[in-house]
C-alpha cells in the first residue's frame, strides 16, 4: 500500500497554468513499483481519466480532452508525481485525485477500477 497526498490546486482563471503535486508515502523502495495516475470529478459528474504514467515514467496516456495542453511527470527520488496543467479552461473545474496502482514492468493501467490507492483531493477552479 501506499498513501497519497495531492496539493497544488486552486482559483486560476482561464488560459492560466497550475501544477499538482501528489506526493506518495509508504515502504521503502516501494515507489518505483507503481504506476500512477490522475483522475477528475466535477460536480454531478463521473471520475474520469485524466493522465497516466508507467512505472519508469517512459510511458504516458492523456484523456482526449487534455491532449496537448496537461502534462504528467514523475520524480522516482522525490516519490512525487506531478500534473502540469496548462491553457486552463472553465470545464476542467474539478477535484483532481492522484491514484497508484503496484504493475508489473511497463504495464500502465488507465481505467479507474485498475488503481486501488487513492489520494483524497484537490480542487481546481477555471473560472472564465
Known amino acids: 500500500q501506499v498513501q497519497l497526498v495531492e496539493s497544488g490546486g486552486g482559483l486560476v482563471q482561464a488560459g492560466d497554468s497550475l501544477r499538482l503535486s501528489c506526493a506518495a508515502s509508504?515502504?521503502?523502495?516501494?515507489?518505483?513499483?507503481?504506476?500512477f495516475g490522475w483522475f477528475r470529478q466535477a460536480p454531478g459528474k463521473e471520475r474520469e481519466f485524466v493522465a497516466a504514467?508507467?512505472?519508469?515514467?517512459?510511458?504516458?496516456y492523456y484523456g482526449d480532452s487534455v491532449e496537448g495542453r496537461f502534462t504528467v511527470s514523475r520524480d522516482n527520488d522525490r516519490k512525487t508525481v506531478s500534473l502540469q496543467m496548462d491553457s486552463l479552461k472553465p470545464e476542467d473545474t474539478a477535484v483532481y485525485y492522484c491514484?497508484?496502482?503496484?504493475?508489473?514492468?511497463?504495464?500502465?493501467?488507465?481505467?479507474?477500477?485498475?488503481?486501488?490507492?487513492w489520494g483524497q483531493g484537490t480542487q481546481v477552479t477555471v473560472s472564465s
Open positions: 491514484a497508484a496502482k503496484s504493475t508489473i514492468s511497463s504495464y500502465t493501467p488507465r481505467q479507474l477500477y485498475e488503481f486501488d490507492n
Open positions: 509508504g515502504r521503502a523502495g516501494a515507489f518505483i513499483r507503481y504506476s
Open positions: 504514467i508507467s512505472r519508469s515514467g517512459g510511458t504516458k
